[in-house]
């Protein structure tokens, strides 16, 4: 997917402006992050999305309804840290056009009327509780998310350690591949088949009747789910569990690594950033089974088979790192196609059943399905980028084609 070089007559091309040379300027990786982040803390607040009902209560009594009987301190401090990053991603949003204490009353007035939005829609929501403790905390959180960033706003962003880092190891339009690789280490949180068994939503809409593509389906092949039946996905038909594994964990590592390569430069760390990725994975995860599961080993998820395919499969990463951009995505397309059709294909891992009603049942009963569906969309939205990756240089090949036919008319015009 590297740019083809320039024809000889053409100019060499002017080097890329730094940010200190360009003055302020403002970060689209904040604004993707910004939007993306929003959209979590909408899914999150207002799982499931059924059951709504009126009750004939307005959506604003929880602002004069009393203090909640049951809270606890957990409860206080997951509301603050939960809009502590919408209020610095607000105020690092709207650099350089405001900044310092402007910009974080308007974090602050952000993140107040989101919290107050989600509040009064939970009104309607029988599975959850309009509480003004909430409210309050919520702001305080975007409050301080955005107090603690706008002293280092300009130096994170004009003249920073981090921005000099985007610019040198990453491509300039890399700002979705970049949330997509920071999410990735959360999308491994909710407990899986398979170790990085990521993009299960196809079999979850396949095994359950009532689901709309399903029934579509069925509309279309009226014997679907007799073959379904036929086929069986149970755990009884499961043969070398831990090749399956290592290979549904291999094509994930391998997919996610080719995918991050393609939206790196070719002077940036790649084995060590990727090596920062997959330990931010594993420790995260790792942190997430001792908080759930306090009684077991933190890393009981990490099988025989999923150690020996993290070993095999970033050797051979680190084997492929070397070859051309267009392949290297080729590849990532093959791998995450690959880690897809197994993970939807195989048949279903009892054990794993278990560890999931485990983890329903805890403290993380409001984050869980947010966790579930990031590992069921990252390889389709992995996949969507590189597919745009393939057609802006496409794009640019055919722009550089009609200017060199334009250039060649113009000199056959000027020597008759």
Request: glycine letters at 6%; a neutral charge.
């Amino acid at each position: 997917m590297e740019p083809a070089p320039p024809p000889p007559s053409a100019p060499p091309p002017a080097a890329q402006p730094t940010p200190e040379a360009t003055g302020p300027q403002h970060s689209p990786l904040a604004r993707v992050g910004l939007i993306c982040f929003t959209l979590l803390v909408v899914y999150a607040s207002l799982y499931p999305f059924s059951g709504w009902v009126d009750n004939g209560v307005s959506p604003f009594a929880f602002l004069s309804a009393p203090k909640p009987r049951y809270i606890t301190d957990f409860d206080l401090l997951t509301n603050v840290l939960g809009y502590f990053p919408f209020g610095a991603l607000v105020v690092l949003s709207l650099h350089p056009r405001m900044s310092g204490g402007r910009a974080t009353l308007v974090a602050l007035v952000a993140g107040t009327l989101l919290a107050a939005c989600m509040e009064a829609f939970q009104t309607w929501l029988p599975s959850r509780i309009s509480s003004n403790i909430d409210l309050i905390t919520n702001a305080l959180g975007a409050l301080l998310g955005g107090a603690v960033v706008a002293p280092f706003t300009r130096a994170l962003i004009d003249d920073g350690r981090l921005t000099r880092l985007r610019h040198a190891w990453f491509e300039p339009h890399a700002s979705f591949a970049i949330i997509l690789l920071l999410l990735w280490p959360f999308a491994q949180v909710f407990p899986q088949e398979h170790l990085f068994g990521m993009g299960g939503i196809v079999r979850e809409w396949l095994t359950d009747p009532e689901s709309w593509p399903m029934q579509a389906l069925q509309m279309v092949f009226p014997q679907l789910e007799a073959w379904q039946d036929h086929i069986g996905l149970r755990p009884e038909d499961m043969q070398s569990q831990q090749l399956l594994e290592s290979l549904v964990t291999a094509s994930s590592w391998v997919g996610t690594g080719l995918f991050a390569s393609i939206a790196m430069r070719r002077s940036a760390p790649m084995l060590r950033i990727l090596a920062g990725l997959l330990a931010a994975a594993l420790l995260l995860k790792a942190t997430a089974a001792e908080l759930q599961f306090p009684s077991e080993s933190a890393f009981v998820w990490l099988s025989e088979g999923g150690r020996f395919a993290l070993l095999t499969s970033s050797l051979v990463l680190a084997l492929l790192l070397y070859l051309p951009r267009w392949l290297r995505a080729v590849l990532a397309m093959v791998a995450l196609i690959v880690l897809v059709v197994l993970t939807n294909v195989l048949p279903s891992n009892p054990y794993a059943w278990i560890s999931e009603q485990g983890w329903r049942m805890g403290r993380f009963i409001h984050f869980n399905s947010l966790a579930q569906w990031l590992g069921w969309l990252w390889p389709f939205l992995a996949f969507c980028y590189v597919i745009w990756r393939f057609e802006q240089v496409s794009l640019r090949r055919h722009a550089r084609k009609k200017a060199a036919a334009r250039r060649e008319a113009a000199a056959a015009g000027t020597q008759e």
